[in-house]
Structures are given as structure tokens and as C-alpha cells.
């Protein structure tokens, strides 16, 4: 992790960053990132929070296809 040896807020951020450059192809994926990636998105909190995105597109989702 970034600072100290744990997960701290600044790997939110940065996790969140490298992780996302990855899935676009706009970083390199190296060794040293992909392995950062793969702690950070490795956590419980991460997955809930994916969870938690997934249900409220669909919802969204519906709504605008309940509106047309």
C-alpha cells in the first residue's frame, strides 16, 4: 500500500485510478500496478461497493425505461 504499509485513504483514490487506467488499457499493465489492483479491489468494501453501484444503474435504468 502507498503509505506505511496499509490501506489508507490514499489507496482509495489511487486504487481507484490504477485501476481504472488498467481496464482502458491506459497504463501499462505491469507487474507492480496490476498486483496494486488487485489488493485494492480484493477487499470486502470494494466488492459491496460494486454491489451497491450494479443495483443503482439497474434501478436507474428502469426508471428511464419505465419514463420512455
Known sequence: YL???RFTAADLFV???VNFM???KLLE???VFT???ARVTNRDA???AVEIDA???AEAEAE???AE
Open 29 to 31: 499493465a505491469k507487474p
Open 35 to 37: 498486483d496494486y489492483a
Open 22 to 24: 488498467l481496464q482502458f
Open 55 to 57: 443495483r443503482l444503474i
Open 15 to 17: 486504487g481507484a485510478m
Open 64 to 66: 428511464v425505461a419505465t
Open 3 to 5: 503509505a506505511a504499509g
Open 46 to 48: 470494494f466488492r459491496r
